[in-house]
C-alpha cells in the first residue's frame, strides 16, 4: 500500500542532502563523453541527429532505439535487455521507466529539439542504473527509499522534482545534453574539414 502523501514528503524532505551536486556533475560528464562516442563512430548517426526535424516518425523512433540502448551500455553495464518503445501520448510526459522497459511518448518525438531528444536518452537510462544496481552517486538504500517514498508530479510537482532519483536524473539528463547539437554540428565540421 502506498504510504500517505504527507508522510511521502517529510521522508523526501529528510533526503535533502542524499545528492552531491559535484558528483552528480562529475557523472554526467562522463556520460556525455559516452555519449559523443556513439556518434564518433558513425557518420550516418551523425547526420541523424543533425538532420532531426527532417526525420519522420518511424525514423526518429528508430534513431532514440539505438541512442539509449548505447546510453544502456555505459559504465560498462549491459542492460541490453531493456526494451525500448513508443507509448502512446501520456500528456506533458517525454519518457518512463520501471528498469525493464522504457517508454517514449509523443511528445518527446514529435518535438523538434534535439538537445531535448538527447536529455531524455540519458535521463530514463540513468533511472534503470538506479533501479537495476544503485549503480549511480546515489547509494542503493537512497534509491529504494526514494522509490518508496516516491511523490508523482500529478501530486505535487515540486516534490517530485525534489524526490532524490529525479533530482539525480535531471541534472545527469540535463548536463549530458546541455548545448549538443552544437558539440555534433562542431564534429560534423571537423568531418568535413578532413575529407
Ligand atoms: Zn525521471
Given at each position: 500500500m502506498k504510504r500517505d502523501l504527507a508522510y511521502r514528503k517529510r521522508q523526501i524532505d529528510r533526503e535533502k542532502?542524499?545528492?552531491?551536486f559535484s558528483a552528480v556533475q562529475n557523472y554526467a560528464l562522463r556520460f556525455r563523453n559516452h555519449t559523443l562516442e556513439f556518434f564518433k563512430k558513425s557518420k550516418k548517426r551523425l547526420d541523424e541527429a543533425l538532420s532531426w526535424k527532417k526525420l519522420d516518425f518511424g525514423a526518429r523512433l528508430a534513431h532514440f532505439k539505438k541512442l539509449v540502448k548505447h546510453a544502456l551500455?555505459?559504465?560498462?553495464?549491459?542492460?541490453?535487455d531493456v526494451e525500448v518503445k513508443h507509448a502512446k501520448?501520456?500528456?506533458?510526459?517525454l519518457g518512463s521507466t520501471d528498469g525493464n522497459c522504457i517508454n517514449v511518448y509523443d511528445k518527446l518525438l514529435k518535438n523538434d529539439n534535439y538537445d531535448k531528444v538527447v536529455e531524455v536518452a540519458k535521463h530514463e537510462p540513468a533511472h534503470v542504473f538506479q533501479i537495476r544496481?544503485?549503480?549511480?552517486?546515489?547509494s542503493h538504500s537512497t534509491v529504494i527509499r526514494s522509490i518508496e517514498n516516491y511523490v508523482h508530479a500529478q501530486e505535487d510537482y515540486a516534490y517530485y522534482r525534489a524526490n532524490p532519483i529525479e533530482q539525480e536524473a535531471w541534472k545527469i539528463g540535463q548536463t549530458a545534453s546541455e548545448n549538443f547539437t552544437k558539440t555534433l554540428r562542431d564534429m560534423q565540421n571537423g568531418y568535413q574539414r578532413a575529407a
Open positions: 542532502s542524499a545528492l552531491s551500455s555505459f559504465g560498462g553495464n549491459d542492460y541490453y501520448s501520456d500528456g506533458n510526459t544496481k544503485g549503480d549511480t552517486t546515489l
